[in-house]
């Protein structure tokens, strides 16, 4: 088992550029979460899929952020025209039932920084 | 919504001695309450959690106690160890929308 995967680990852009984060959570799990993680904001959620289905999305800024489940094996994190402010630690995470009923299993992590 | 509040943001202890890391929680509606450890550098991993049906939940070294009057948790770590050096966060859910919400962290510090 590998765990949940993100990539690309380390990623910099030009501020106004897209970024796309990738995240394929462990096999069998039903739930996906996206977190960012920063030292003033520390961990902010920002969205969540059950069964590929958005099911709370209240924590994304609403205009540049999207985040996309198109089959159980992976969900994407889009940032439109970038700014410094979203540099960060975007953080993914998969569980078996959903948040109140088993434990999170987060990957490595997406470094984003914006110039 | 939920605010989990962590009141310790920083805490240094001597090897061998136990930590104590202080939660409160403010949706009555919460049921499930985690806690993770992240070491220097890496992502969170769970370490132990504690379900509203119960009051006290022991795992080796780690001990979670949850008062639900007064909407309050807390991790034991006792006989610390260095290798416990790491932020530790707490966190709660409620059983009607999955979403968990944690609390700003606290960075243990064992001292050989």
């Known amino acids: 088992n590998a765990g949940v995967i993100q990539t690309p680990r380390h990623k910099v852009t030009g501020k106004g550029q897209e970024a796309t984060l990738w995240c394929e959570p462990i096999?069998?799990?039903?739930?996906v979460f996206w977190y960012r993680q920063t030292i003033v904001q520390g961990l902010e959620f920002l969205t969540y899929f059950r069964n590929q289905a958005p099911i709370d999305d209240s924590g994304m800024p609403k205009e540049r952020f999207s985040a996309q489940m198109p089959n159980q094996s992976h969900s994407t994190l889009k940032i439109q025209s970038t700014q410094p402010q979203d540099s960060a630690v975007y953080l993914c995470?998969?569980?078996?039932?959903?948040?109140?009923?088993?434990?999170?299993?987060f990957g490595e992590g997406s470094k984003l920084t914006v110039l | 919504g939920e605010k989990v509040e962590q009141h310790e943001s920083t805490l240094s202890v001597r090897e061998g001695d136990s930590a104590v890391i202080n939660c409160t929680y403010t949706?009555?509606?919460?049921?499930?309450f985690p806690w993770y450890k992240q070491e220097a550098g890496k992502s969170l991993h769970f370490v132990i959690d504690i379900r509203s049906n119960v009051d006290r939940k022991q795992s080796q070294r780690l001990i979670v106690l949850l008062d639900k009057k007064a909407k309050r948790f807390s991790l034991h770590i006792t006989a610390t160890q260095p290798e416990d050096s790491a932020i530790y966060f707490c966190?709660?859910?409620?059983?009607?929308?999955?979403?968990?919400?944690f609390g700003d962290g606290t960075q243990l510090v064992v001292k050989p």
């Open positions: 096999s069998g799990h039903s739930a």
């Open positions: 995470a998969s569980s078996l039932d959903g948040g109140d009923t088993g434990q999170l299993y």
């Open positions: 966190a709660a859910s409620a059983n009607s929308n999955n979403r968990i919400f």
């Open positions: 949706d009555t509606a919460s049921s499930y």
